[in-house]
């Protein structure tokens, strides 16, 4: 099982840009799915960006198309969402994900990924 923890949350106003990490521990993610999903007060934890395993490829809910780039680095062992052009609803806990089996697959399901870190707060105000 890896461990996850993740980082770089905070307090922004509207069109900021923040940098969440997620670091782990006990396993190399390099062959993992690895995804960051956000949950609002009240509501469902929702898909937010994916990176397949083995690979660089990246895959995007609509909502953050074009405002928000998932990357990896597998000599740290962590993945990272950069998040630019940030809006109120944006706010939300943001968690990082591994796929609960290895290999190069498309996967947004809650329910696909294993692994979860413990959570990060973004807060976007207007």
């Known amino acids: 099982q890896v461990q996850l923890v993740d980082s770089g949350g905070g307090l922004v106003q509207a069109g900021d840009s923040l940098r969440l990490s997620c670091a782990a521990s006990?396993?190399?993610?390099?062959?993992?799915?690895m995804g960051w999903f956000r949950q609002a007060p009240g509501k469902e934890r929702t898909f937010v960006a994916g990176i397949k395993g083995n690979t660089y490829n990246a895959y995007y809910a609509d909502s953050v198309k074009g405002r928000f780039t998932i990357s990896r680095d597998n000599a740290k062992n962590s993945v990272y969402l950069q998040m630019n052009s940030l809006k109120p609803e944006d706010t939300a806990v943001y968690h990082c994900?591994?796929?609960?089996?290895?290999?190069?697959?498309?996967?947004?399901?809650?329910?696909?990924?294993?692994?979860w870190g413990q959570g990060t707060q973004v807060t976007v105000s207007s």
């Open positions: 006990g396993r190399t993610i390099s062959t993992y799915t």
């Open positions: 994900a591994a796929a609960r089996n290895s290999g190069g697959y498309v996967v947004a399901a809650v329910t696909e990924f294993g692994s």
